[in-house]
Structures are given as C-alpha cells and as structure tokens.
C-alpha cells in the first residue's frame, strides 16, 4: 500500500534557525514521484519540488534543500534561516496510481512549522 | 488570472441541503482533479478527469457524491443532502497533461464547507 507519513506534527522554530521537515513514504512501485507542497493560511497548495526515484541527488534552492535516501524512504525538507513568511503547513506527498491510468496524490498529514520573530 | 479558481470560498449548508462546487481550471489544462481536506489532515483523493472523461471516481465517500466536466474545462462538484460529515476544504487541481506520474498539478485555494 501507498502510504506517507510526516511524524512531526507542529513545529516552532525562532526566525533564522535551520528546521527539517520529516517525510517517510511506503510504496511497491519502483518508479515513483515525490513532491512537497506548502500550503499558507491562505489555503492554496503551492508546489515546491518534485522528485523521482531514480534521482537520489540532493537538490537546493535558495534557503531549500531536500535529502531523498532510498535506502530508508525518506524526502526530508530543510529550511535554512528560516523566516517569518515560512509559517505554513507543509505536506509531503506521493504520487501513486489509480483506476484506468489515473496517478493520484497521497498526501502525509502535513507538518505546521511556526516561525517566532 | 492565469491559476485554478474555485467558487464559492465559503459554504455553509444546512444538514440535508444539496451544494454545488465550482472549479475553473488554467486554460488548457487535460486533467483536473478533487480532493478533499478535512481539519489538520493532509487532501484526499476524490476523483479524476481526463477531459470531459471521468476515468476514476473511487475515492468518492457515497453517492451523494457527483462530480461533471461536461465540454472539459470548468467542473462542479455536487454533493446532495449533506451530512456534518462532509464539513471540509474541497480543493481542485488541474495539470496540462494527461495524467502521469510525473505531472504537477496546481491547486485552487479550495471550497470551504460547514455543514451545520
């Protein structure tokens, strides 16, 4: 079964600190997506990355950066600095397949990460 | 605007009445899809169009539950008498292709239902 699971439910960090967002996924694929998504409180989902499994390198952007290991099935998420406008809720997701060719997201539960000015 | 909208933002029904959600997406886009997000979980799969086509409805909770895209872009998600149950955020997604494993969808800022 596909299954994605963000064990850290909220997390507080002070403005300018380093904060890793955990993600471990299940599934029986070999060939799998892996995305995060950040989701403001203004509620829209805004993509942040997408990976594939054949790609292990780790990948930065700006103050972003992820670590995808196979090994243990994780995609963890680091914000490096963080700031004030990181506040939101962060969902890892995997995309898995569904009925007559569809590929659905299955989502984690999310991580609210809080940023203390 | 160029993103997927929804409409209405907010909704709030009594138990029993029928609603009607809108979702229009970006101009273009073949597949479009539901999910719904009940409180402090992540979005749950509902149902996938390709097109006017709707090729996978299994996530659907019950057959209160109705989804249509009849001329492929703007769909509505209908759901008839409803329960305090169905009390969510519907969020929309659409994606230039058909679907894939690796296409990215982009979502609207979603449908909030209160069903009191």
Sequence with gaps: ?117 | GAGVSQSPRYKVAKRGQDVALRCDPISGHVSLFWYQQALGQGPEFLTYFQNEAQLDKSGLPSDRFFAERPEGSVSTLKIQRTQQEDSAVYLCASSLRPSGSYNEQFFGPGTRLTVL
Excluded at chain 1, 50 to 76: M, P, V
Excluded at chain 1, 102 to 115: A, C, H, N, R
């Design chain 1, 1 to 117: 079964a596909q299954k994605v699971t963000q064990a850290q439910t909220e997390i507080s960090v002070v403005e300018k600190e380093d904060v890793t967002l955990d993600c471990v996924y299940e599934t029986r694929d070999t060939t799998y997506y892996l995305f995060w998504y950040k989701q403001p409180p203004s509620g829209e989902l805004v993509f942040l990355i997408r990976r594939n499994s054949f790609d292990e390198q780790n990948e930065i952007s700006g103050r972003y950066s992820w670590n995808f290991q196979k090994s243990t099935s994780s995609f963890n998420f680091t914000i490096t600095a963080s700031q004030v406008v990181d506040s939101a809720v962060y969902f890892c997701a995997l995309i898995t397949p569904g009925a007559a060719g569809s590929y659905q997201l299955t989502f984690g539960k999310g991580t609210k990460l809080s940023v203390i000015p």
